[in-house]
Nanobody, 123 residues
Framework: QVQLVESGGGLVQAGDSLRLSCAAS????????MGWFRQAPGKEREFVAG????????YYSDSVKGRFTISKDNAKNTAYLQMNSLKPEDTAVYYC????????????????WGQGTQVTVSS
């Protein structure tokens, strides 16, 4: 497993952009698939974006497709979630996750998690 720490959250207005970072420890980070999830108050944790170990395959939830971009810099042991055209409904705690097996859209498909970073979008 790898240890993950998110950063980059904050309070923004609708239409703004944010980039979340997920710093990982461990020499095998380059072999891990990544995912981003979010959880709003009173709601279940939901899938946002995912990618395989080298970024050759990325996939998104319908609610963020075309606005969010997931990426990974293996040299820096960091994954990113670029969020553009933010909406109030994007408000949530955002979590990054990692696993050796790519393709999952379920939290159960990821074995390593960060502590989360709050994103609040005002209207």
């Amino acid at each position: 497993q790898v240890q993950l720490v998110e950063s980059g959250g904050g309070l923004v207005q609708a239409g703004d952009s944010l980039r979340l970072s997920c710093a990982a420890s461990g020499r095998t980070f380059s072999r891990y698939a990544m995912g981003w999830f979010r959880q709003a108050p009173g709601k279940e944790r939901e899938f946002v974006a995912g990618m395989n170990w080298n970024g050759g395959n990325t996939y998104y939830s319908d609610s963020v497709k075309g606005r969010f971009t997931i990426s990974k810099d293996n040299a820096k042991n960091t994954a990113y979630l670029q969020m553009n055209s933010l909406k109030p409904e994007d408000t949530a705690v955002y979590y990054c996750a990692a696993d050796k097996y790519p393709g999952s859209r379920s939290p159960a498909g990821f074995g390593s998690w960060g502590q989360g970073t709050q994103v609040t979008v005002s209207s």
